[in-house]
C-alpha cells in the first residue's frame, strides 16, 4: 500500500495513476480542469455570436450556425460547466478535508461520475462538432438549451444525442449528489456536531438534496424526449394527442431547482469567503445554514413561472408568482448576514475576497430583477426579452461563476502547494467585474425597451446597446485570462504556500498540510470550536494527540 | 433486522471508514437515497398517467381491456413470490444456511425470468395485432370511442411496463452476482450487506409492478 501520509500529489506517479484514483482529491482536480476547458469552450461559443450582434444585420455566420452558437453556449455552460462547478469540482476536493474524513462514503462511485460526467460531455462535444462539420450529417442542435417542444420533436439526429448527453450527464450529478449527503451524515469528525458544519457543508447539503430529488424528474423527460424522436410516441406531439406544455412543466420540474443547483454552491464559498476575509464570526449562523434548506424546498414550487405565458391557468400563474417571490427572503436572509459579518470585521481584500465582493453586488442586481420577471404584469412584458438574459447571467455567472473563481483562489494553495501573484488576481477580479456590467446591465435596458432574445437580425434601435455589450463580453475575456494566467504562473513559479495562509478555522486549513496527504490527515482530528470561531484561540487537536496528553476525547452519544 | 455488525468472521472494511458500523449505515443510506431517485425517475411516467388519464378518461377505459389481466395477475403473484424468496435468501444469510441462501436466490431469478417470458408473450401479441405507441398504432379502430388517440394509452403503457422491465433485467443480474459471491460462501451472519442491498432494490422493482398492474391493467 505504501505510505498514505506523503503529499497526495507525489503519492503515486504516472497517467494511469490518475485515471484509476479513488482520491477525492485528485477527482476534484480533474473535474476542476474539465470544467475549466468547458468553460473555455462555453466562452468561445458566447464571444461568436456576441461578434455576430455587434450589428444589426446578419452578417457574419448564418442564421442556423447562429442558433448552434446560443444553443451551445447554454447546453455547455449550465450542463458542464456550472451544474459540476462548485460541486463536484470545489466540494469533491473541500468538502471531506471540512468533515475531517478520508475520503467521500463512496469514493468508486464518485470515480464513476467523473467517466459518467467525461462520456456526458464528449457526446455533447461529439454532437457539436459532427454538427458542424456537416450539418447534412446528424443535423444542428439549435433548439436553446431547454429543448422545448416541439423545436426538439422534430429537429434531426443531433438533438437526440444532445437529450441522450444532457441524460448521461445527469447520473453523474446524482452520484455526486448522493456520495455528498451519505458523507454529511455519516463521515463526520468526532465533535464535529451539525453546527459546527462550515455552512459550504450546509448550502453543498441543500445542493445534493436538489440533485438526488429534481434530476431524475429531468432523466425521464429527456427519456421522453429520445422516445418522441425516435418511436414518435406522441406524448408532446398535438397530433397524437400529446401536450407540447407538458414537456415545460417536466423539464421546469428539473429546471427550476436546477438554477438553485447552480447558485447554492456559489453561496457555499461566498459564506466561507466572506468570513475568512472579515476575521469574524459569521453574523446569523442558523440562518445562513436553513436558508439554503428554505431555498431548496422553495425551489421544487415554483416552476411555473417559466410558463406565465404558455397558457397556464391564470389561478395557477398567481400561485406561482407568489411562490416565486418567497425565495427572496432566504436569498435577502442570506445577502444581509454577510453584510453583517463584514461589519466591524477586520477586512482584507485579497483576491478571493475581491470576488465574493462581485458575487454580493452582481447577484444583488440579478435577484432583484428576479422579482420583476416572478411579478405576472411585467413578466408579460418582459418574457423573453434581454432582461431575461441579463436577469440569469447577474444570477448564474454573476453569482455562481463569482464564487466559483473565487474559490478557486482562496483553496489553490491548499490544492497545489503554491501562491499566485495576489495582484494579477485582484485585477482579474476587478477587470472581470467592469467587463461583466459593461455586457449585462445594458440589456435590462435593452430587453425593457423589447429585444426580444435568441434574434440574429434586429432593428437598428438596439444596434448601440449591442455594441457596448459585445466590447464588455471581449473585457471579460481579458479578465478571465488574467486569472488564469495567475493561476498558470503560480504553477511554474512554485512559491511554496504555508499550511493556513488565510488564518482560517476550518478542518481543511488547520488540520492538514499544503498539499494534504493521500489520506488527508495524519490522526483523527476531533473539533471542539464551530468554524467561525475566530475569537477563540487556536486549537489544532487530534484523536491521539489528545490521547498522548492523557485526556482521551470522550464521546457522546449523539 | 440487524445491522449486519460483524461478530465473527472475516468483514471487508474500506480504507475510509473508521468501523463496521459506519460502513454498514453508509452503505445502505446510500442504497436508499438511489432508490429514492428510482421512485422520482418513475414519478414521471406516473405524472404523465395523471395528465393523460385526466385529460381523456375514456381512451384508458376503452384501451385497458385490450391488457391481458390473466397474464398480469400471473406476474403479479410470481414477483411478490420473488420478493419472498428474496428476503428468505437474506434471513437464511443471517443464520448462516448457506445452502438456502443459494436456493432462494435461485429461485427468485427464476421468478424474474417467468416475469419477463410473460411479458413477452404480452408484447409480442400486441406487436402481432399493431397495438402500439405513437405513429406506429395501426389496430383496428372501431373498437375505440376516440380512436385517434387511443396510442396515447399504449405509449404510456410500453414506457412505464418497458422502464420496468428494464429493471427486472439489472435486478436479475445483481442478484446473479449476489449468488456467485454466495456460492463463494462470501456470506453469513458477520456480513450480508450486498445481498441486503440488492434485496432493497428488488423490493422496488416489485412495488413499482403493485403499481402499475391496477393502474394499466384494472381500470373502470
Redesign the interface.
Known amino acids: 500500500m505504501g505510505d498514505h501520509n506523503v503529499n497526495y500529489l507525489e503519492a503515486k506517479k504516472g497517467l494511469k495513476s490518475w485515471l484509476v484514483t479513488v482520491d477525492h482529491k485528485r477527482i476534484g482536480l480533474m473535474y476542476l480542469f474539465s470544467v475549466l476547458f468547458f468553460f473555455l469552450a462555453g466562452g468561445v461559443f458566447a464571444l461568436l455570436f456576441r461578434a455576430e450582434l455587434l450589428t444589426a444585420k446578419g452578417d457574419m455566420v448564418s442564421a442556423d450556425t447562429y442558433n448552434t452558437f446560443f444553443t451551445l453556449h447554454g447546453v455547455i455552460m449550465v450542463f458542464l460547466v456550472i451544474i459540476p462547478s462548485v460541486p463536484a469540482a470545489l466540494g469533491n476536493f473541500v468538502l471531506p478535508l471540512q468533515l475531517g ?7 468508486k ?1 464518485n470515480l464513476l461520475s467523473l467517466y459518467i460526467f467525461w462520456i456526458g460531455a464528449t457526446m455533447a462535444l461529439g454532437t457539436i462538432i459532427v454538427g458542424t462539420l456537416d450539418p447534412t450529417l446528424i443535423g444542428r442542435v439549435d433548439t436553446g438549451w431547454t429543448f422545448y417542444t416541439p423545436y426538439s420533436s422534430n429537429g434531426g439526429t443531433a438533438v437526440i444525442w444532445m437529450t441522450l448527453a444532457a441524460f448521461i450527464l445527469g447520473f453523474s450529478s ?1 452520484l455526486t449528489g ?2 455528498f ?3 454529511i ?3 463526520r469528525a468526532p465533535g464535529l456536531t451539525w453546527f459546527r458544519l462550515p455552512l459550504f457543508i450546509w448550502a453543498i447539503y441543500a445542493t445534493s438534496i436538489i440533485q ?6 429531468l ?3 429527456l ?2 424526449l429520445i ?2 424522436n425516435v ?5 408532446f ?1 398535438p397530433n ?4 407540447p406544455v ?1 414537456f415545460q412543466h ?1 423539464f421546469w420540474f428539473y429546471s427550476h431547482p436546477a438554477v438553485y443547483i447552480m447558485i447554492l454552491p456559489g453561496m457555499a464559498v461566498q459564506s466561507e469567503l466572506i468570513a475568512v476575509f472579515s476575521q469574524k464570526k459569521l453574523f446569523g449562523y442558523k440562518y445562513v445554514a436553513f436558508s439554503s434548506l428554505a431555498i431548496a424546498i422553495i425551489s421544487f414550487i415554483v416552476w411555473g413561472h417559466h410558463m406565465f405565458v404558455s397558457g397556464q391557468s391564470e389561478l395557477l400563474s398567481m400561485i406561482f408568482s407568489f411562490l416565486t417571490f418567497l425565495v427572496a427572503i432566504p436569498s435577502g436572509v442570506k445577502i444581509f448576514n454577510w453584510v453583517a459579518t463584514m461589519y466591524k470585521g477586520s477586512i482584507s481584500l485579497k483576491t478571493p475576497m475581491l470576488w465574493a465582493l462581485n458575487f454580493m453586488f452582481l447577484f444583488t442586481i440579478g435577484g432583484l430583477t428576479g422579482l420583476h420577471l416572478g411579478t405576472l404584469s411585467t413578466d408579460v412584458h418582459l418574457h423573453d426579452t434581454y432582461f431575461v438574459v441579463a436577469h440569469f447571467h447577474y444570477v448564474m455567472m454573476g453569482g455562481t461563476l463569482m464564487t466559483f473563481v473565487g474559490g478557486i483562489f482562496y483553496w489553490w494553495p491548499k490544492m497545489t502547494g503554491y501562491t499566485y501573484n495576489e495582484n494579477l488576481g485582484r485585477a482579474s477580479a476587478i477587470i472581470v467585474f467592469i467587463g461583466f456590467n459593461v455586457t449585462f446591465l445594458i440589456q435590462f435596458v435593452m430587453g425593457a425597451q423589447g429585444m426580444p432574445r435568441r434574434y440574429y437580425q434586429y432593428i437598428e434601435q438596439y444596434e448601440k446597446f449591442h455594441v457596448v455589450s459585445t466590447i464588455g463580453a471581449f473585457i471579460l475575456l481579458v479578465g478571465f485570462l488574467i486569472a488564469a494566467f495567475a493561476l498558470v504562473q503560480s504553477l511554474i513559479q512554485k512559491n511554496k504556500a504555508p499550511d493556513n495562509p488565510w488564518k482560517a478555522r476550518s478542518l481543511e486549513w488547520t488540520h492538514t498540510a499544503t498539499p494534504p496527504v493521500e ?1 488527508n490527515f495524519i490522526g ?1 482530528p476531533v473539533v471542539e470550536y464551530g468554524p467561525y470561531d475566530y475569537d477563540a484561540p487556536m486549537v489544532v487537536e487530534t484523536l491521539e494527540s489528545l490521547e498522548a496528553k492523557g485526556q482521551p476525547y470522550q464521546f457522546s452519544e449523539a | 433486522m440487524g445491522t449486519g455488525i460483524a461478530t465473527t468472521g472475516k468483514f471487508p472494511l ?5 468501523n463496521v458500523e ?1 460502513q454498514v ?2 452503505n445502505k ?2 442504497m436508499w ?2 432508490l ?3 421512485v ?6 406516473f ?2 398517467y395523471i ?2 388519464r385526466y ?2 378518461p375514456e ?1 384508458f377505459v376503452d384501451a385497458h381491456h385490450f391488457l391481458d389481466k390473466k397474464m398480469g395477475l400471473i406476474n403479479t403473484i410470481v414477483l411478490l413470490t420473488s420478493s419472498l424468496t428474496v428476503a428468505l435468501a437474506i434471513r437464511a444469510a443471517q443464520t448462516n444456511e448457506q445452502k438456502w441462501i443459494k436456493i432462494h436466490l435461485v429461485t427468485t431469478i427464476i421468478c424474474a425470468g417467468i416475469f419477463m417470458c410473460i411479458k413477452y408473450m404480452e408484447y409480442s401479441h400486441k406487436f402481432h395485432v399493431g397495438l402500439l ?4 398504432f395501426r389496430a383496428a379502430s372501431e373498437q375505440f370511442r376516440e380512436p ?2 387511443v ?2 394509452f399504449f ?2 403503457y ?2 412505464m411496463t418497458g ?1 420496468h422491465g428494464i429493471h427486472v433485467v439489472i435486478g436479475m443480474v445483481l442478484l446473479s452476482v449476489m449468488l456467485v459471491k454466495a456460492s463463494k460462501g462470501k456470506f453469513g451472519p458477520h456480513y450480508y450487506g450486498p445481498l441486503e442491498l440488492s434485496g432493497l432494490y428488488w423490493h422496488l422493482v416489485d412495488l413499482i409492478w403493485i403499481f402499475l398492474f391496477p393502474l394499466l391493467y384494472l381500470i373502470h
Open positions: 474524513a478520508k475520503d467521500v462514503a463512496f469514493p462511485l446524482i448522493m456520495n449527503i451519505v458523507t451524515h455519516r463521515l438526488v430529488m429534481a434530476t431524475p424528474v432523466g425521464i423527460t427519456l421522453l422516445m418522441e418511436v414518435g410516441i406522441g406524448i406531439n397524437l394527442g400529446g401536450d407538458l417536466f489520506h483523527q | 474500506s480504507h475510509h471508514f473508521t459506519q449505515e453508509s443510506f446510500g437515497l438511489f429514492a431517485t428510482e422520482l425517475i418513475f414519478g414521471g411516467l405524472c404523465a395528465v393523460y385529460l381523456h381512451i405507441p405513437g405513429e406506429y385517434h388517440n396510442q396515447i405509449g404510456i410500453f414506457l422502464l
